[in-house]
């Protein structure tokens, strides 16, 4: 009953962008004869934490602190210390405080459907110039822990940095900003995989990552719009 229940809680988009994300992921771990299946796990864990943030689900949020745990051992593998240092001192806290924000904050006393959150110019503002902090402070730390390609590695720590405050906040354009770090980390690996084949399942990964963020964005908009509709017509009675 409960997995007729989940199959029902996605619409037909969704199930084939999880299904074929899942199948591509799969298929290029094998492919690379890759034998760190902490990779895979990790990867599969994150595709399907992103359907769920999709649909504004908190579970999203519980899934990528799991994540952001694995992902942090395989970028010490590599030496990636920028991403290590990113996930397990930004991405992972912030991802615990997203999470008690998304729970805290259900849309209509549904607790599987977070409510959105417009943010202020004032508070666009305040986020920018912390983003901006943080990716001086984090390029002088990268640099002192001599990182693999220090500046791609910074601009992964302020797409991140950008989208963990957005998510906090229940912004749509966390996802936006996702799908920016996405594209980051897909140089970022490309460069690994110059060394070591195998990481290209990595890089794949994150492609796939950043056409599941992509959408969360038009989801998000959707929602948005759906939920605006629904207090409007409340209002009226």
Do not use: H
Request: proline share 2%; aromatic share 18%; hydrophobic share 55%.
């Amino acid at each position: 009953m409960k997995i007729k229940k989940l199959l029902n809680y996605f619409n037909l988009t969704e199930k084939l962008i999880w299904s074929i994300s899942v199948i591509v992921i799969i298929v290029s771990f094998f492919l690379f004869e890759n034998d760190g299946y902490l990779t895979l796990v990790a990867s599969l864990i994150g595709v399907t934490s992103l359907i769920f943030c999709a649909k504004g689900n908190p579970f999203g949020q519980f899934l990528m602190i799991i994540f952001a745990i694995i992902y942090s051992i395989i970028s010490f593998s590599f030496q990636y210390y920028g991403e290590m240092l990113t996930y397990l001192g930004m991405s992972l806290p912030m991802a615990v405080f997203s999470l008690i924000s998304w729970l805290k904050n259900p849309f209509n006393e549904n607790k599987s459907e977070v409510r959105v959150n417009k943010i202020t110019r004032k508070e666009v503002a305040f986020m920018s110039g912390l983003t901006l902090v943080v990716t001086v402070a984090f390029y002088f730390i990268l640099e002192y822990f001599n990182t693999a390609n220090l500046i791609p590695s910074t601009f992964s720590v302020s797409t991140s940095f950008l989208a963990a405050y957005l998510t906090f906040r229940r912004s749509p354009y966390f996802a936006l900003a996702y799908a920016s770090n996405d594209i980051v980390l897909i140089v970022l690996w490309v460069l690994a995989s110059l060394k070591d084949i195998s990481y290209i399942s990595v890089v794949i990964c994150f492609i796939v990552f950043l056409v599941n963020d992509l959408y969360g964005f038009i989801s998000w908009l959707r929602m948005m719009k759906r939920q605006e509709k629904a207090i409007k017509s409340l209002l009226k009675y």
